[in-house]
């Protein structure tokens, strides 16, 4: 007994997921695929493993700390488990698929192994599913996949979602705009990071003005587009309010219902994002339901264009509704294969008995079904 | 380009899958899994990497060469990604399973790492599905699941599946059975393997008539049946052979279109099995789709009687028909989200324009989609 539970440990932050939970599961994340497949976003499946040098190369770096490693005894070179399949689509598409027309539409789904666990998710081992739009600047890009993130929610049955959408780009945009200098510029910065409107308006000038009326503009998004207006911002942040104002009403036009907030001051967890980015929510329930927005495709400044996001399975689970337990039908022994078949195609889970039975009824209670095939019929077991 | 070029470079045996392969990948997976949960069998997900005490204790220990090993930091113990999926899913059925109520059906898809690919299977990523009837000694099992072997490969659109079924214990049997020295077992061991008729015989005794007999009588199974019926065997050998027969009955009564074989002297491959076990192929396909047979859950003698068979994706995927090319609706700008979320509903995958365009139809083809929606109306993008 002693070894049979020794072999049932399991490393810290990895699990087996057992009965109903794994179906669900899997379900779930076709379900979604489904719907990032029906907007025609195609497939792709990369490596659960790659060449270290590959896979932590460029905006890879910033996973490096998270990331397993292991000896490759044939090529004799350093190999890395996957921390994220997001750079993994995006060097997909800029190479093997590079001659493919742009816009390129990509969705991927599979598990991501990472060194430690956070906080707020312990698990080592989660699952992914995502999309990416890659080489498209318009914001129709953005609002296109903030929809389907929306809509592939509401299709597995995620209620109270709501988006909050930032851009990392903007805070940096009005202090350069400024020529502010770099202390300055890292004292609002770490303000602004804890929305301390006292510590950004000491700060004083017309940055400090400018940085408050954008922290005082957080919140919902036809509010905020309206106070974001009102403030005369330098030429570039300028350009990314205008570009944020035309996703926004996009999005609203398309899903008037949905939750929208904008955050114009936040930018953690975006450092690899370059415009409009957004995270998802469902009230009530802890954690992000999963995060995007705008990069290059390839890393640096000469990169495509591309938009995306990736969903957290492991939240997305907690938001949907528990399924109810599927029926089962027992068959005793001596029922007709056609029969099975039939019962199956009608939707049917059929356990079948492998030997003759006093009590067949007992029998297929003990296995849990909640009906039995007996005289040609179907009848509840119980 | 030269580091495009080389971020582009995968170590060998480890591929990029790309659009319409993927999906159609994930589509066979799923069916496949969809046909062992309509016939009882539950969805267990078991972690990527484990333990290596764990993962490549018992019977694991046979893929300690295949298997790839990495540092856990935390816990400062060596663990091992999974290079098979079968001993997981015997692990979770004898430990946190152990008190559901038995026979236990599971079921399993996941992906799975080796260090070395081998000449028939070069890949060392490759997806396995399959599943485990847990706690059965009765033929009825073994019939069971080479019948829903079968069921799962048509359901998905294999043709021309043949199964040959093997009994690995028979030969031991016999040997044992008739108190052969260990030198004449291993003698007649290797002429077996090599299916060498002529030195079967220059063994002599009544152990090489009864191996001469059974190599005869490898071919169709009610012919085989019907030859090993006539054949003295030792009393253990002989339990084994009226429980193929019964076996090979419930098969045939099931699937008489089933091309069935028996190769009562074959056991390469089955070192871990005891008692019927099979391999299935397409004919005209390259390699196995897949293989399973009897063994002991939990390993050893004392393990619980278990049958179950995986289905190795890449070979399944080459018996099967390729997916017909999905049509695809090209959206303008301006579409109506309904018009957009009933198309899709309607089954259409819908590629949406992202700006106003001058010539739509061009843009749709561009897209590669096969129709465009103008005027409240779908038309051929040609």
Same mark, same amino acid.
Request: hydrophobic share 45%.
């Given at each position: 007994?002693?070894?049979?539970m020794?072999?049932?440990?399991l490393?810290a932050?990895?699990?087996d997921?057992?009965?109903?939970?794994?179906?669900?599961?899997?379900?779930?994340?076709?379900?979604?695929m489904?719907?990032?497949?029906?907007?025609?976003?195609?497939?792709?499946?990369?490596?659960?493993?790659?060449?270290?040098?590959?896979?932590?190369?460029?905006?890879?770096?910033?996973?490096?700390?998270?990331t397993?490693?292991l000896?490759?005894?044939?090529s004799?070179?350093?190999l890395?488990?996957?921390p994220?399949?997001?750079?993994?689509?995006?060097?997909?598409?800029?190479?093997?698929?590079?001659?493919?027309p742009?816009?390129?539409?990509?969705?991927?789904?599979?598990?991501?192994?990472?060194?430690?666990?956070?906080?707020?998710?312990?698990?080592?081992?989660?699952?992914q599913?995502?999309?990416?739009?890659?080489?498209?600047?318009?914001?129709t890009?953005?609002?296109?996949?903030?929809?389907?993130a929306?809509?592939?929610?509401?299709?597995?049955?995620?209620a109270?979602?709501?988006?909050?959408?930032?851009v990392?780009?903007? $805070?940096?945009s009005? #202090?350069?705009g400024?020529d502010?200098?770099? +202390?300055e510029?890292?004292?609002?910065?770490?303000?602004?990071?804890?929305?301390d409107?006292?510590?950004?308006?000491?700060v004083g000038?017309?940055?400090a003005?400018?940085?408050?009326?954008m922290?005082g503009a957080?919140?919902?998004?036809?509010?905020a587009? @309206?106070?974001l207006?009102?403030?005369?911002?330098? @030429?570039e942040?300028e350009?990314?309010?205008?570009?944020?104002?035309?996703? $926004?009403?996009?999005?609203?036009?398309?899903?008037?219902?949905l939750?929208?907030?904008?955050d114009?001051? @936040?930018h953690?967890?975006f450092?690899?994002?370059?415009?409009?980015?957004?995270?998802?929510f469902?009230r009530? $329930?802890?954690?992000e339901?999963g995060?995007?927005?705008?990069?290059?495709?390839?890393?640096?400044?000469?990169? @495509?264009?591309?938009?995306g996001?990736?969903?957290?399975?492991?939240?997305?689970?907690?938001?949907?509704?528990?399924?109810?337990?599927?029926p089962?039908?027992?068959?005793?022994?001596?029922? +007709?294969?056609?029969?099975?078949?039939?019962?199956r195609?009608?939707?049917?889970?059929?356990v079948?008995?492998?030997?003759?039975l006093d009590?067949?009824?007992?029998?297929a209670?003990?296995?849990? #079904?909640?009906?039995?095939?007996?005289g040609?019929? $179907?009848?509840p077991?119980?």
């Amino acid at each position: 007994m002693t070894e049979t539970m020794n072999r049932a440990l399991l490393p810290a932050g990895l699990h087996d997921v057992l009965p109903r939970e794994a179906a669900f599961e899997a379900t779930i994340v076709e379900r979604l695929m489904a719907e990032f497949a029906l907007n025609g976003f195609e497939r792709v499946k990369p490596p659960l493993i790659e060449f270290e040098a590959s896979l932590l190369s460029g905006p890879g770096a910033a996973m490096a700390t998270q990331t397993f490693r292991l000896m490759d005894p044939i090529s004799q070179r350093m190999l890395a488990i996957r921390p994220d399949m997001t750079l993994q689509v995006a060097r997909i598409a800029v190479t093997r698929l590079a001659n493919e027309p742009r816009p390129l539409r990509l969705s991927y789904g599979g598990q991501v192994l990472r060194v430690k666990g956070s906080q707020l998710r312990p698990e080592r081992q989660f699952g992914q599913v995502g999309v990416e739009l890659i080489g498209a600047l318009q914001p129709t890009a953005d609002a296109e996949v903030v929809l389907l993130a929306y809509a592939a929610l509401k299709a597995v049955g995620a209620a109270n979602i709501s988006v909050d959408l930032n851009v990392p780009t903007l $805070v940096p945009s009005v #202090c350069r705009g400024l020529d502010l200098p770099e +202390d300055e510029t890292a004292r609002l910065r770490q303000a602004l990071d804890r929305k301390d409107a006292a510590e950004v308006a000491a700060v004083g000038g017309r940055a400090a003005d400018l940085l408050a009326g954008m922290m005082g503009a957080s919140g919902p998004a036809d509010r905020a587009v @309206e106070l974001l207006a009102g403030l005369d911002l330098p @030429e570039e942040a300028e350009a990314d309010r205008r570009r944020l104002t035309e996703v $926004v009403r996009l999005i609203r036009d398309a899903a008037p219902e949905l939750m929208l907030t904008v955050d114009p001051v @936040e930018h953690r967890g975006f450092e690899y994002q370059t415009g409009t980015s957004f995270t998802l929510f469902s009230r009530g $329930v802890r954690g992000e339901l999963g995060r995007g927005g705008r990069y290059r495709a390839g890393g640096g400044p000469s990169g @495509e264009p591309s938009t995306g996001f990736t969903l957290y399975l492991d939240t997305v689970l907690r938001a949907v509704p528990d399924p109810a337990p599927a029926p089962r039908l027992f068959l005793p022994i001596g029922t +007709d294969a056609a029969d099975g078949a039939r019962l199956r195609s009608e939707g049917w889970i059929t356990v079948r008995a492998l030997e003759a039975l006093d009590d067949p009824a007992a029998e297929a209670r003990r296995l849990r #079904c909640t009906h039995i095939f007996t005289g040609g019929q $179907v009848h509840p077991a119980a």
